[in-house]
């Protein structure tokens, strides 16, 4: 089945201690990127990659970094986690070209920093 | 800066009704406007992709339509069912963050039996 999945799909955390998050989608799509959804505010890109070794910043990157070694994989990385990072956080994809494609959201992951 | 609304905020309609939901957006340089519904604990799927060249496209029930020059766009759902019961979302891609969506605030639709 095609499809983007998020690991973990919750998490609880402390201040500071550094976490990991997940994306894997097996759709072969060159194009990935993080969201984060909050009340109020709606979604918002954190960071994007066009292909493998190819990323850059959205609209909130700030406390926030990505690697994309394999075009499989788009890891979204908080080195020291504040609690204003407590957010729902959604991966995505898209073939070559988002733009004239559809865009894939993974389950989502809720993470709570305290 | 690219601002997306979504009008109404929830609308809750009996099994059956024929709905629209409303997006507008304020800039029309868009390459392409994107539906999505969001179910709790399930993340979000794609239901319609309109190009910025296209007026509209159809899926099963559902119809979305553009216009890019006036920054609307309307989802239309015919013969709704209690599981449509979902939050809808508006998304416009735009060029100032490459692939970047920016989303409206969502619809909350409830369908009753």
């Known amino acids: 089945e095609a499809q983007v999945t998020q690991n973990p799909r919750y998490l609880i955390t402390v201040t500071g201690k550094k976490l990991t998050v997940t994306c894997s989608q097996n759709m072969n799509h060159e194009y990935m990127s993080w969201y984060r959804q909050d009340p109020g505010l709606g979604l918002r890109q954190i960071y994007y990659s066009m292909n493998v070794e190819v990323t850059d910043k959205g609209d909130v990157p700030e406390g926030y970094k990505v690697s994309r070694k394999e075009k499989r994989n788009f890891p979204l990385i908080l080195e020291s986690p504040s609690p204003n990072q407590t957010s729902l956080y959604f991966c995505?994809?898209?073939?070559?070209?988002?733009?004239?494609?559809?865009?894939?959201f993974g389950p989502g992951t809720r993470l709570t920093v305290l | 800066k690219q601002e997306v609304t979504q009008i109404p905020a929830a609308l809750s309609v009996p099994e059956g009704e024929n709905l629209v939901l409303n997006c507008s957006f304020t800039?029309?340089?868009?390459?392409?406007l994107q539906w999505f519904r969001q179910d709790p604990g399930k993340g979000l799927t794609s239901l319609l992709l309109?190009?910025?060249?296209?007026r509209e496209q159809t899926s099963g029930r559902l119809n979305a339509s553009l216009d890019k020059s006036s920054g609307r766009s309307t989802l239309y759902i015919a013969a709704s069912q209690p599981g449509d019961s979902a939050t809808y979302l508006c998304a416009v891609g735009e060029g100032t963050s490459y692939g970047k969506l920016t989303f409206g605030q969502g619809t909350i639709l409830t369908v009753h039996p």
């Open positions: 309109i190009q910025s060249s296209q």
């Open positions: 800039d029309s340089a868009i390459y392409n």
């Open positions: 995505a994809s898209s073939p070559t070209d988002p733009y004239y494609n559809e865009q894939f």
